[in-house]
């Protein structure tokens, strides 16, 4: 008779942070530290998000409701295109979030000409311009070619490319003309594919962007982008950045990914093991204790208070924590059948938390 695992003994299907999932009819598991969560065939059930999100326009777009989708989102294509930024820190959540908005708009509308890139603000906004564009003709090319529509691809891109030439070559010293370009491309394209989003997703190369360098950014590609996506570090600039565009009469939504702290967390690990119990359990966070999740938040400083941490830094930890429970848990159920494991011997305290940051 094989031992027992871990996982059985504390009365869950499978690993919290490695849960195990079938999608198209495999077996695969997912890892909720390796990388951004991604709602599509190749990736993770759209249930696996929780919203820790601070939705500043909810009437434009969010929240996340329990089935993992966006309740309130655009479901249609509208004349002027709807920028959505989302702001925080480093593993706060950020791409994952976009790639359930990509998501939404795939579901709900169709599938975009999806465009990303990274933006450098040192290459000047006509070389930008072009970069945009260049890359944006190299995505209506690959759409066309993947409906088997090689033909239309290649007239259509040659116009395109004729066009940002012409654009190129016609500017005079201290003219951009940029948002003229777009609004060619946008003719070319909506001819061909009229029914089709256009979404570009920026992010930066360096975070000393301010909020000045991508508002001509989102007035150059107004007539293009039924979705803008722009991914910032810093609330502040966001906060400008939605006022700017407010002021110049384009649709915006502001999303807030922040670190989280003990209630947050506490509500995510309870719906995380939720997920996965097999019988109820003693208390909504077993194995973990409340003790442990305020340990995670401690701050080293105990007079400063409790800390916050990003969404991933703090998965890190618990999952750490949990595979060192389990490797004891192991050990002891190695020697076969024996009498059950005391509740309190797979509890994580914050005395294992402790012992988990020592290293």
Not at 213 to 218: A, D, F, K, Q
Request: proline share 7%; with cysteine; charged share 25%.
């Amino acid at each position: 008779m094989p031992a027992l695992s871990p996982f059985a003994a504390m009365q869950l299907k499978s690993h919290p942070f490695l849960p195990e999932l079938t999608i198209n009819g495999q077996q695969l598991k997912f890892d909720y530290v390796r990388g951004p969560l991604s709602p599509r065939p190749e990736g993770m059930p759209a249930s696996f998000y929780f919203d820790f999100y601070d939705w500043r326009d909810v009437d434009q777009v969010g929240k996340i409701g329990p089935n993992g989708r966006i309740k309130q989102f655009p479901d249609r294509l509208y004349e002027q295109g709807m920028i959505i930024i989302i702001s925080g820190a480093s593993q706060t959540g950020r791409s994952s979030l976009e790639n359930l908005l990509l998501f939404e708009v795939e579901n709900r509308v169709s599938k975009p000409v999806s465009v990303t890139l990274k933006v450098d603000i040192g290459l000047g906004i006509v070389q930008m311009a072009q970069n945009f564009a260049n890359r944006f003709t190299n995505r209506v090319a690959d759409y066309l070619a993947d409906q088997g529509r090689a033909q239309e691809a290649e007239t259509l891109t040659r116009k395109m490319r004729e066009t940002i030439t012409s654009w190129r070559e016609s500017l005079v010293p201290g003219e951009t003309n940029t948002q003229f370009l777009f609004e060619e491309l946008a003719d070319h394209v909506r001819r061909v594919l009229p029914d089709t989003p256009v979404v570009f997703s920026l992010n930066a190369t360096s975070h000393i962007n301010t909020p000045d360098s991508w508002s001509p950014l989102c007035f150059m590609l107004r007539d293009l982008a039924n979705f803008l996506i722009i991914s910032l570090s810093t609330a502040d600039h966001a906060r400008f950045l939605r006022t700017v565009m407010r002021d110049n009469q384009m649709r915006v939504a502001w999303i807030d990914a922040p670190r989280v702290g003990v209630t947050q967390m506490t509500r995510f690990l309870t719906d995380r093991l939720a997920a996965e119990r097999i019988a109820p359990a003693p208390q909504e966070l077993f194995p973990f204790t409340e003790a442990a999740i305020r340990a995670l938040f401690a701050s080293s400083r105990p007079q400063e208070g409790d800390i916050d941490l990003s969404i991933g830094v703090a998965i890190q930890k618990l999952k750490g924590a949990f595979d060192r429970k389990c490797a004891d848990l192991q050990a002891t159920l190695a020697g076969g059948p024996a009498a059950p494991i005391p509740r309190d011997r797979m509890e994580i305290t914050d005395a294992d938390m402790r012992l988990y940051f020592a290293g």
